[in-house]
């Protein structure tokens, strides 16, 4: 038992000393991969509740790996944080999001996900105003998505940085709204644009009290501030049935529409000739 204990210790040292590796491989991958055009976005629609009419599209990354296949946000997307390479990938997905929706001929909205390190660096809002002016997209047009963990670190600069997109006609989203824990307070230091309540909250409301009453707390806080709010994640009609009932604004999931290349939503965005 003793020499297995020797062993397995050994190990465990070798695969942690793999394991960063590994990590540092991937993170090489990941930063040729802008460079190799190994990355796309597919586009999920945002409709409201009422109507079902499309307002806009969230923009979403896919890494098209050419060895290991399709390799989801959630497994690239951390690492990226970690390493800083998500500084360009992040930079690259504003700026394609923005480029193809300047093509569409419908005023629809775009909103672009944005990672704590990236609302961190110092330069993102000129960044913004760069890449608006070079797309000529109006900036009415485009929405921000920030979750909550990212005001954390440097709730400050944060702020600084996020009036100055608003400064600049840019809308600002609170993404996954109930997974974080300071949600409140962060509705009272800045004036966001929409709050998003998470996928984990919306997927239970027709089966779960708790989760129901959460969602109803929600939209009653979205109410009383004069925010719009949308739900993530609806997959069913039930579900889709108690956003209407409780008024909520708008909603995006796999029932209204999977995220994918805008030419699926072609006959939406009717995509103008630019050749
Ligand atoms: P998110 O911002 O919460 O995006 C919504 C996620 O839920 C997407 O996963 C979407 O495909 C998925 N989804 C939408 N409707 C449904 C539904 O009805 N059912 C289920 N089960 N899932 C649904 P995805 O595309 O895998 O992205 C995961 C996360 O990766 C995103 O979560 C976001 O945090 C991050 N991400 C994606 N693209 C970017 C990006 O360009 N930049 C940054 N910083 N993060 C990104
Ligand atoms: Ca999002
Ligand atoms: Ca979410
Ligand atoms: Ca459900």
Redesign the pocket.
């Known amino acids: 038992a003793k020499l297995e204990g020797r062993g397995g210790s050994r190990m465990f040292k070798s695969d942690m000393g793999s394991q960063v590796r590994a990590r540092r491989l991937f993170d090489r991958d990941l930063r040729q991969a802008i460079a190799c055009g190994e990355f796309q976005l597919v586009y ?1 629609p945002q409709t409201t509740i009422g109507s079902g009419t499309i307002v806009g599209f ?4 896919r890494w098209r790996h050419p060895e290991r296949g399709d390799i ?3 497994m690239f ?1 951390p690492v990226a944080e970690d390493s800083g390479s ?1 500084v360009q990938i ?1 930079e690259w ?1 504003l700026q394609e999001a923005c480029r193809e929706a300047a093509q569409w001929t419908q005023a629809l909205s775009v909103s ?4 704590a390190v ?1 609302l961190h660096h110092l330069a993102f809002a000129k960044l913004v105003r760069d890449v608006l002016e070079q797309t000529r997209l109006s900036p009415d047009r485009l929405e921000l ?1 920030i979750t909550e963990t990212a005001l954390i670190r440097d709730l400050d600069r944060a702020l600084w940085t996020l009036r100055q997109l608003q400064a600049l006609g840019v809308r600002i989203a609170m ?2 709204f109930g997974t974080g824990y300071s949600s409140l307070s962060t509705l009272r230091a800045f004036s966001f644009d929409k709050i998003k309540i ?2 984990s909250l919306v997927r239970s409301v027709d089966s779960n009290e708790q989760a129901a009453a959460i969602v109803r707390a929600v939209l009653g806080l979205g109410r009383g501030l004069g925010l719009p709010v949308l739900a ?4 069913t009609t039930e579900e889709l049935a108690f956003l209407k009932q409780e008024c909520c604004d708008e909603a ?4 209204i529409g999977r ?1 994918l290349p805008i030419e699926a939503y072609e006959h939406i965005v009717r995509l103008a000739d630019v050749s």
């Open positions: 999920q969230e923009a979403l990354l989801p946000p959630a997307i998500i992040g997905a672009v996900n944005v990672s990236q998505e993404d996954d998470d996928r993530e994640g609806v997959e995006q999931g796999y029932l995220p």
